[in-house]
């Protein structure tokens, strides 16, 4: 178990300011067409209910747990376009230190939620991967279905 050095020490502010991005940061592959447009809170919100429609077989719940943790990074890393001039390698070990972060964040309040929410992103990274879970497959599936509507 880590010391505790403060009571402030075991607080989650810092993880919450975090947090406080999300509802301001633009998704931005919208602005090419919009003055205005969703943040990443706001795209979360509604993927987290898509993905509660998840076939037989498939773990809503877990489906929600990814929905609602794997875009936390992009607190950290900003919302990077898949068509951004950034290589996918480049992005994965951005948003790879980003949730290392979060989960630093996270080691005196709460060390388990920080792991979960690493292993929780790693899921939905390897989504369309041989190493793909049901669950990480069917929220990359409805993250992209969730732009089209």
Same mark, same amino acid.
């Given at each position: 178990?880590?010391?505790?050095?403060?009571? !402030?020490?075991? !607080?989650? !502010?810092?993880?919450?300011?975090?947090?406080?991005?999300?509802?301001?940061?633009?998704?931005?592959? #919208?602005?090419?067409? *919009?003055?205005?447009?969703?943040?990443?809170?706001?795209?979360?919100?509604? *993927?987290?209910?898509? /993905?509660?429609?998840?076939?037989?077989?498939?773990?809503? +719940?877990?489906?929600? #747990?990814?929905?609602?943790?794997?875009?936390?990074?992009?607190? @950290?890393?900003?919302?990077?376009?898949?068509?951004?001039? /950034?290589?996918?390698?480049?992005?994965?070990?951005? =948003?790879?230190?980003?949730?290392?972060?979060? +989960?630093?964040?996270?080691?005196? /309040?709460?060390?388990?939620?920080?792991?979960?929410?690493?292993? /929780?992103?790693?899921?939905? =990274?390897?989504?369309?991967?041989?190493?793909?879970?049901? =669950?990480?497959?069917?929220?990359? +599936?409805?993250?992209? @279905?969730?732009?089209?509507?």
């Amino acid at each position: 178990m880590p010391v505790v050095y403060s009571k !402030l020490d075991a !607080l989650p !502010l810092p993880f919450l300011y975090l947090l406080e991005v999300l509802k301001h940061l633009d998704r931005t592959g #919208w602005k090419r067409w *919009l003055d205005r447009p969703e943040s990443v809170a706001a795209y979360m919100y509604r *993927l987290e209910f898509l /993905v509660m429609f998840a076939p037989t077989g498939v773990d809503k +719940e877990r489906c929600r #747990w990814i929905a609602f943790c794997y875009d936390i990074v992009e607190s @950290f890393a900003g919302d990077i376009l898949t068509y951004a001039p /950034v290589s996918k390698a480049e992005k994965y070990k951005l =948003e790879d230190f980003g949730i290392r972060y979060i +989960e630093s964040l996270l080691q005196l /309040v709460d060390p388990k939620l920080g792991a979960n929410i690493r292993a /929780v992103w790693e899921e939905y =990274e390897n989504g369309n991967t041989p190493k793909a879970t049901p =669950e990480g497959r069917w929220v990359r +599936e409805m993250d992209k @279905f969730e732009c089209m509507i």
